[in-house]
């Protein structure tokens, strides 16, 4: 059979563009911040309203051109409005089970919730700050984690002052919390 007639993947997702979901808790339930609610909303509506219509007016006109088959504009275009509806479908699924937590109502408490930047020490002395935050709006590069990881859940209904155990590959860590802080109410 000739290579023509195989299907390529297009993508992370199977033959009907499914994605699989970031991890969330057993119950289901994504808690999020209404910061990163508005991000993820504000994605949607950009690519609902600006971007999914430009390509489709790319694509209408590449289709117009003729052959479609060796037309880069098409091709590329019919392409990226898969990814496009693929995102489209994933942040509306994300939204529909979205829990915005209002972390500032723990404002200067001393135990550890959704929302709280922790400070901690390891057995070595050294100091780490994260911040727990939901599946969808955490970013380790920002000192962000999500309240799903293990570090996150050992940390979880801790106060300061507080030692917690965390299971590592490598064994068990204790950790001892220094700090634990919340957004102000705006």
């Known amino acids: 059979m000739s290579k023509a007639f195989t299907r390529e993947s297009d993508a992370d997702g ?4 499914a994605v699989a979901p970031p991890p969330s808790a057993p119950s289901g ?3 999020i911040t209404r ?3 508005e991000r993820l909303r504000s994605e949607l509506f950009t690519l609902i309203d600006d971007e999914r ?3 489709v007016e790319i694509v209408h006109w590449a289709a117009s051109n003729g052959d479609r088959s060796e037309n880069g504009d098409y091709l590329y275009g019919k392409k990226r409005l898969r990814e496009i509806d693929r995102r489209i479908r994933f942040l509306t699924q994300r939204l529909e089970i979205a829990e915005v937590v209002d972390s500032s109502m723990h404002h200067g408490g001393e135990q550890v919730f959704f ?3 922790v400070c901690y020490a390891d057995g070595s002395g050294a100091e780490t700050t994260v911040t727990i935050l939901g599946v ?3 970013d380790s590069a920002q000192g962000q984690i999500s309240w799903v990881s293990p570090v996150a859940r050992a940390l979880l209904k ?3 002052g507080d030692v917690v155990r ?3 590959p490598g064994g068990v860590q204790e950790l001892e919390i220094l700090s634990v802080e919340y957004p102000a109410a705006s």
Do not use: Q, S
């Open 14 to 17: 199977d033959e009907d563009g």
């Open 29 to 31: 339930i994504n808690y």
């Open 35 to 37: 910061a990163g609610y």
């Open 53 to 55: 219509p430009r390509i």
């Open 115 to 117: 929302g709280a930047t």
């Open 136 to 138: 969808d709006e955490a």
């Open 158 to 160: 801790a106060r300061v």
């Open 166 to 168: 965390l299971v590592v």
